[in-house]
């Protein structure tokens, strides 16, 4: 099997992923959004482990990850038209959907104890691979401490878990970047709880009608909702254009090492400002962007400066990843 980059993934090391899967241990595998870290999703002992490695709150659900569409139907029951409209039309890819989850079948550790399940086909060839290799499901949040800077690299996943892997697969460089988007579609209305790989215009496109974005209230309700997320060390301010001069000229002045994240840094910077590797559109500040929030981390930095894309298309989705890394800051 050959990754996005190229490089040839041998089967016999997608078997042997599997094989630990099989033994109730953990693997970290690519997507095409980040890096997860990965457990047999009906095995409970091994879901336990998953959360401890991770440090993630036994209450906060994970998403099972499924290697065809058609196994949707062992995992949830009162599976809406409109959910299956999405499927079609987004499986694989980035798109998790939250459906009444199937009695019996889905373990507690999965759901954090609700009654519903998230659920997702990755598009990416070594994590479907060793989907069809297991031969079942992978419950997998992105494979690093909770909280922080998720993955986007097996190096970024060595970094941050090192041997409390049992096995990480190598899939190159994760193609999109920021972790996929999810709908909740076990109510009456579909609500968008996390914004994502796919882009809400093209979910209302699918549906023929609006679809809601959840607000505040539900923090923590589906992966990666809580109001601080996606932070590195360094202090995240979100600011506009016309703010990263005198705002980096105040912030130098007392001493703070400052970094810049934008599009278009401004020629006239104070000296000694260090402006990481420009985005040149929204795809590309989304695939980038956690790697820009580590490298913020390795050049030590004490605030790194960001202006945020326009919250359009997957923007949207690095604008959210923005504000939650600013809110940690805000509440140290």
């Known amino acids: 099997m050959t990754r996005p980059d190229g490089v040839v993934v041998d089967?016999?090391?997608i078997e042997r992923a599997a094989?630990?899967?099989r033994g109730g241990r953990l693997v970290a595998f690519p997507t095409?959004?980040?890096?997860?870290?990965?457990?047999d999703a009906a095995n409970p002992l091994a879901l336990r482990r998953l959360y401890e490695v991770k440090r993630r709150p036994a209450t906060h659900p994970v998403i099972v990850h499924l290697g065809d569409p058609d196994s949707l139907d062992e995992w949830a029951v009162d599976v809406r038209d409109e959910a299956r409209l999405l499927v079609a039309a987004c499986w694989p890819g980035p798109l998790t959907v939250v459906l009444r989850r199937r009695a019996g079948r889905v373990p507690d550790e999965v759901t954090g104890g609700r009654d519903t399940v998230g659920m997702r086909v990755p598009d990416q060839p070594v994590a479907l691979s060793l989907l069809r290799a297991f031969g079942g499901a992978i419950a997998a949040p992105s494979?690093?401490?909770f909280g922080c800077v998720s993955p986007t690299t097996a190096d970024h996943v060595r970094n941050d878990l090192g041997d409390a892997v049992d096995m990480i697969l190598d899939g190159g460089p994760c193609a999109l970047g920021v972790e996929s988007t999810i709908v909740d579609c076990s109510r009456a209305e579909s609500v968008i709880l996390r914004e994502g790989g796919v882009a809400r215009e093209r979910l209302?496109?699918?549906v023929a009608h609006p679809?809601?974005?959840a607000t505040g209230d539900t923090a923590g309700t589906a992966p990666g909702t809580l109001a601080t997320h996606y932070a590195p060390s360094a202090r995240v301010e979100v600011v506009d254009a016309t703010e990263v001069v005198p705002r980096a000229a105040s912030q130098v002045a007392t001493g703070l090492r400052v970094g810049l994240l934008a599009e278009k840094p401004p020629c006239e910077l104070p000296a000694g400002v260090v402006v990481l590797d420009a985005p040149a559109d929204a795809e590309e500040y989304a695939r980038v962007l956690y790697a820009r929030l580590r490298e913020a981390d390795a050049r030590a930095l004490d605030v790194l400066l960001a202006v945020a894309p326009s919250a359009v298309g997957i923007g949207a989705a690095v604008v959210d990843r923005l504000q939650r890394a600013a809110t940690r800051a805000a509440v140290r």
Do not use: C, F, K
């Open 11 to 13: 089967d016999g090391e």
């Open 211 to 213: 679809i809601a974005v």
């Open 32 to 39: 095409e959004t980040v890096y997860g870290l990965g457990a």
């Open 143 to 145: 494979a690093n401490r």
């Open 204 to 206: 209302e496109a699918i």
């Open 19 to 21: 094989a630990v899967l």
